[in-house]
């Protein structure tokens, strides 16, 4: 069976930082992504990366704050958020790609249960 969970959600100030941390088991992917969905919203792409080479994509809104990375070994996937704002908080949710690591939900085959991350002022 294939499991995504993701950890490493929680409350912090504007501009701090957090970690998120998602663990794959079941098979190996293609490429992993990040999404998040705040409430009434649609599920929105963050960044994604492919295991075998590394390639990143990310979404403007989180370039230059955000950065994707994994540990082949461990098949976990990291997002290290930075210089976090208010409208980052969100429901943040891995997935898993059998062939692309597109920005449309669409692409992903498994999906996380999510960890909330909550900026305040």
């Known amino acids: 069976q294939v499991q995504l969970v993701e950890s490493g959600g929680g409350l912090v100030q504007a501009g701090g930082s957090l970690r998120l941390s998602c663990a794959a088991s079941?098979?190996?992917?293609?490429?992993m992504g990040w999404f998040r969905q705040a409430p009434g919203k649609e599920r929105e792409f963050v960044a994604a990366?492919?295991?075998?080479?590394?390639?990143?994509n990310y979404a403007d809104s989180v370039k230059g704050r955000f950065t994707i990375s994994r540990d082949n070994a461990k098949n976990t996937v990291f997002l290290q958020m930075n210089s976090l704002k208010l409208e980052d908080t969100a429901v943040y949710f891995c997935?898993?790609?059998?062939?692309?690591?597109?920005?449309?939900?669409?692409?992903?085959?498994?999906w996380g249960q999510g960890t909330q991350v909550t900026v305040s002022s």
């Open positions: 997935a898993a790609s059998s062939l692309t690591f597109g920005r449309n939900p669409s692409s992903y085959n498994y």
């Open positions: 079941g098979r190996t992917f293609y490429a």
């Open positions: 990366i492919t295991w075998s080479g590394g390639a990143t």
